[in-house]
């Protein structure tokens, strides 16, 4: 396999990240390491990472994923094997357990399915355990590194040491949930963010890596195979006949983004790493949508008028309890930085979407028991305020 070693200047900042675009030069034949030096930008403390080196392999490249078993992004994981593997990739999957590594498709037949399968490297491990990282892939070298588990900087680093031996492209699945609330809107990559969080620390100790890294901030991602409390929390109540509650006026606007269109922006990150590298880019849906608009789309979808009645949730104590899976403020993000720079674009409408989801919803099925007192609770106080 022949490689193209590109040198590529990055700026990254112990605040928002910082990249210049235009400073970015590529020189065949020649490898860089990364020498980081501590500089003030606007009163601002930053790492220039110089001449991170990005080896883009041509044609077919060995691809580590290192997939969650729990949370949001778990199902990104089963899509994202599919789409590497058909594209040619080496696909290799770090897992944990007696899980399959990648999980039957909603609407792919056993025979594409066991075609995956039969592709697919598989390497069983504790992705948390940093000994059993270095044991199972210190001796392995990759192209390309997508973590898509680490939520902390432990866990992060401890794959970066099992594998910077070989000088990966390494793709960090983050999360827009970083951002801090602001007047303006969208966020765009470099808005203000919560500096304590685990994903933002992660994504700073990968800047100060020496590895060309790139990190994706998505928001929600849904479509079938989601497990999680997003689109499926409203199916649950509008399918049962039972009534929307949603916080607040319902004003709020969100953006949601589509599992496949997720894997895409990967599949653009990795296939363009002499753009992509020491890069963050948001990730999510083209449209944006109120919390009540999500809510009548999501009627759409089954077919039924959704029944919506709001609360304000500072009068109830819900323990640790979720009243509802979405925040409570406007929360959304521009792709025209990955649109722009990779020739990424959504490929899935909300809509055609949400449709989709549902059809997979009906046939696997959810839970039958799902539990509805925190609905009660809301909707006997406002009955009793009446």
């Not at 929600?220 to 929307?244: C, H, K, M, Q, T």
């Not at 509650?245 to 709020?252: E, F, R």
Request: glycine letters at 8%.
């Amino acid at each position: 396999m022949a490689f193209v070693q590109v040198a590529l200047p990055v700026l990254c900042t112990s605040g928002p990240f910082v990249a210049s675009s235009t400073s970015r030069k590529s020189e065949l034949g020649t490898r860089f390491f990364g020498r980081r030096t501590p500089s003030k930008t606007n009163g601002t403390r930053v790492f220039v990472a110089e001449g991170l080196d990005v080896q883009m392999a041509i044609g077919s490249k060995k691809v580590l994923l290192v997939n969650t078993e729990s949370g949001g992004h778990t199902f990104i994981g089963d899509y994202l094997v599919r789409d590497l593997i058909n594209a040619g990739h080496d696909v290799t999957v770090f897992k944990k357990g007696k899980k399959p590594a990648t999980r039957i498709l909603p609407f792919q037949t056993t025979v594409e399915y066991q075609k995956i399968v039969s592709a697919l490297n598989v390497v069983t491990g504790d992705p948390s355990n940093a000994q059993e990282l270095m044991d199972h892939l210190g001796s392995k070298r990759f192209d390309v590194v997508i973590d898509n588990n680490g939520k902390d900087v432990p866990e992060t680093e401890a794959l970066v040491q099992a594998t910077k031996h070989s000088n990966p492209h390494f793709v960090y699945v983050s999360s827009a949930g970083m951002y801090k609330s602001t007047d303006q809107m969208p966020h765009i990559e470099g808005d203000p963010v919560d500096v304590k969080s685990g994903k933002f620390l992660t994504e700073q100790m990968l800047a100060k890596s020496g590895l060309p890294f790139t990190h994706l901030r998505p928001v929600y991602v849904f479509g079938p195979l989601n497990y999680r409390d997003v689109e499926n929390w409203f199916f649950d109540r509008i399918a049962s006949g039972r009534v929307v509650p949603i916080p607040g006026t319902g004003a709020q606007i969100t953006n949601l983004g589509h599992v496949e269109d997720m894997c895409s922006a990967i599949s653009a990150v990795i296939d363009k790493p002499e753009i992509s590298a020491g890069k963050i880019y948001n990730v999510s849906g083209r449209k944006y949508c109120t919390l009540d608009a999500l809510a009548r789309l999501c009627g759409e979808a089954v077919g039924v008028e959704a029944q919506i009645v709001h609360y304000d949730p500072k009068k109830f104590s819900f323990g640790k309890g979720k009243a509802f899976p979405l925040r409570d403020k406007h929360f959304y993000v521009s792709t025209d930085k990955l649109v722009r720079e990779l020739d990424w674009f959504s490929a899935h409408g909300l809509v055609d979407g949400l449709s989709e989801s549902y059809l997979y919803y009906k046939t696997a099925g959810r839970p039958k028991n799902v539990d509805f007192s925190i609905d009660d609770q809301i909707l006997n106080a406002l009955s009793a305020t009446v």
